[in-house]
């Protein structure tokens, strides 16, 4: 497994080592120990997740304000533009993204901390999606940012508007977000954005 840093030190792109040959291939997405050992994070799974969307669907920015999930994400079927939004108000990289491709063929995987708001849109004729979350889906604390909020200016590598769905339509600003505020204890509390 390689660890490459992005952009925003906290958020991983993972290679894993793909064993392939003329009947197919094989590759670990997940181990425990080795991840722990590549990147110095200890994570606990609790929820997978597996959608699948069609053609400039986006989805997203999503993020729960309270019991944040840190997700590990892949896709399976076909490709996606994956961004990850640092919502972490006393973060230098606060309000900044990351933007990554993510598809079946390059089999890689994006490590994104709570604390981030997530989205993707689907770049093939569809796409499944995989995702571990650290913390369970909990919709009373979901959020969600506005995907083209010009505060964030995220590059979305689409002609034209998105198929979204009315959630996400009605997303906020970032300016008019509930974003975490970390406190010494590493524990996430709620502030405003405005703040």
Same mark, same amino acid.
């Given at each position: 497994?390689?660890?490459?840093? =992005?952009?925003? /030190?906290?958020?991983?792109?993972? *290679? ?49 304000? *309270? ?37 079946? #063929? ?7 901390? @709570?604390?981030? /708001? ?8 569809? /796409? ?5 979350? =650290?913390?369970?889906? @909990?919709? *009373?604390? #979901? ?17 034209? #508007? ?14 008019? /977000?509930?974003?975490?505020?970390? =406190? ?12």
């Amino acid at each position: 497994m390689k660890v490459v840093q =992005t952009e925003i /030190a906290d958020v991983l792109v993972i *290679e894993p080592q793909v064993f392939g040959d003329d009947r197919g291939f094989f590759y670990e997405s997940f181990n425990e120990r080795v991840f722990l050992d590549k990147t110095g994070i200890s994570v606990h799974f609790v929820q997978d997740n597996h959608s699948r969307s069609a053609k400039n669907v986006l989805r997203g920015l999503h993020y729960q304000i *309270e019991q944040p999930q840190g997700k590990l994400v892949r896709v399976v079927v076909g490709s996606v533009f994956d961004v990850a939004v640092d919502l972490r108000a006393g973060s230098k990289t606060f309000g900044q993204s990351v933007g990554v491709y993510l598809s079946a #063929e390059n089999k890689q995987l994006l490590w994104i901390p @709570a604390g981030f /708001a997530h989205g993707f849109v689907v770049l093939s004729e569809s /796409a499944e999606f995989l995702y571990k979350t =650290t913390d369970y889906y @909990a919709p *009373e604390h #979901e959020r969600c940012l506005l995907w083209n909020d010009p505060d964030l200016a995220i590059a979305w590598p689409i002609p034209g #508007e998105p198929i979204l769905s009315a959630k996400d339509r009605a997303g906020k600003l970032l300016l008019d /977000a509930e974003v975490f505020a970390e =406190t010494p204890n590493d524990k996430f509390v709620v502030s405003s954005s405005r703040n």
